[in-house]
């Protein structure tokens, strides 16, 4: 029998579960940045970790719009939103010197979207081998650090970077 000890799942193990009513990006905003790990937010988009992530700095930009396309999204949303992703590739590559990245966007449940009904738009810091025998034999990731630790060093280079000289 294989186990993989991940003694920091017991926090959402343990967390209050309340069903879910409406869709997840459109509550999302409304929360505090902390509790939803929204590292930053603009005009008409938000950049938050992704809770499921395929790799260490997995973050999504998702309009606060409730749309299913970006073709539903005005000119200045898309130009907003691909700002927010060329700012989060200078704050992950700062962060983590990946060695590339996977952008992109699932459009609709046949194309693998977990959320069809709300578009977002992925960004992942990808390193040679980072697809190991874990995920090649067991189908298990490895994230090496925290969902908090990961939220406070992006927010605080975000911060560093943007907010200051704004």
């Known amino acids: 029998m294989k186990r993989l000890y991940t003694p920091w799942r017991m926090a959402y193990i343990k967390r209050n579960k309340k069903p879910a009513q409406g869709c997840l990006f459109c509550q999302k905003p409304a929360s505090s940045d902390d509790n939803e790990h929204i590292v ?83 960004i992942v810091p990808r390193w040679s081998g980072d697809v190991n025998f874990m995920t090649a034999i067991s189908e298990t990731r490895v994230i090496p650090e925290t969902l908090d630790n990961i939220y406070r060093e992006l927010k605080t280079i975000w911060h560093d970077m943007y907010e200051e000289s704004e």
């Open 40 to 122: 930053a937010r603009s005009a008409y988009v938000y950049l938050t970790l992704n809770r499921y992530p395929y790799n260490n700095g997995h973050l999504m930009v998702i309009p606060y719009e409730h749309v299913a396309s970006q073709e539903s999204m005005s000119e200045d949303a898309l130009t907003d939103m691909m700002v927010t992703v060329n700012r989060a590739l200078a704050v992950l590559r700062r962060a983590y010197n990946p060695q590339g990245f996977n952008l992109g966007a699932n459009l609709g449940t046949a194309a693998g979207a977990g959320i069809a009904e709300h578009y977002h738009f992925h």
